[in-house]
């Protein structure tokens, strides 16, 4: 057990990638990140390191590497280390499961779903992975998430009790109080390729809540970008666009849509709060 304590506490002052985000979002206003799934069928880990060295050309500001139907735990350490070789902005792991985990990521979305209906995906295999966490000197930033309808595959896996698209309240209540029990960040979606949430959840939660809000889901224009950033969105994910046209266009169309992004986070200045 002491040697975890030292283990950990000689990490304790070097570079966190939450600080990262947390100095650039005041300083940009908002942020774009790139989500690429770590899946064998879907891509080459030399592709993904493709992918994101476009992204990152492109203006992105962080690598996410996540997806629900992640199977194959090698694969996910080999694509970490494929980009980490290929770009240096930080990799961040938005897990899906247990099998996600990677100590090759410089940090971990930790996170909760918090409208689940289950509470293995609210603290159980978070209690699980903690040890690994730990361990693998990954920086867990906490992260309230929380599932809209339709919700797609996460929402399925997830057991969430999905929260209604016509009462952005709802949403709002789940993300104070996710603030309130002191996670660092907010997670809106309604799911991967699907349908967005609606604009007005995240105005309300933004109203609501001082801690950063991620948002992705169907993210596809420069007009739907610009629309959720000035709604409080800070952080904007986007997934599927990039398999679909990054390769093709050598990230010039995602270029248009974080220059969007940026240019509207300048009209809404940020002044987050390290916690
Ligand atoms: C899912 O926000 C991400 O959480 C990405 O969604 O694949 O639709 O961009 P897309």
Redesign the pocket.
Known sequence: MKQVVNVLSSKINEFSTYEYIINKLNKEGALHFS?IDPDPTKQSTKKAAKMAKHAVEAGTDAILIGGSTVFDQRFVDDTIIAIKEAVNVPVII?PGGISNVSREADAILFMSLLNSEDPYFIIGQQALASYTVKTADLEPISTGYLIIEPGAT?GWIGRAKLLPRKKPKLTAAYSLAAEMFGFKMI?L?A????ERIPTDIIQVCSNFVNIPII?????NSKEVAREFVKAGADII?????L?DNILKDNGNSLKVIISEIKKTGKECPKNYCLK
């Open positions: 989500l938005f996460a997670y979606e799911g991967s390729g699907g948002t992705g889901g169907g993210v994910v986007m997934g599927t666009f398999e």
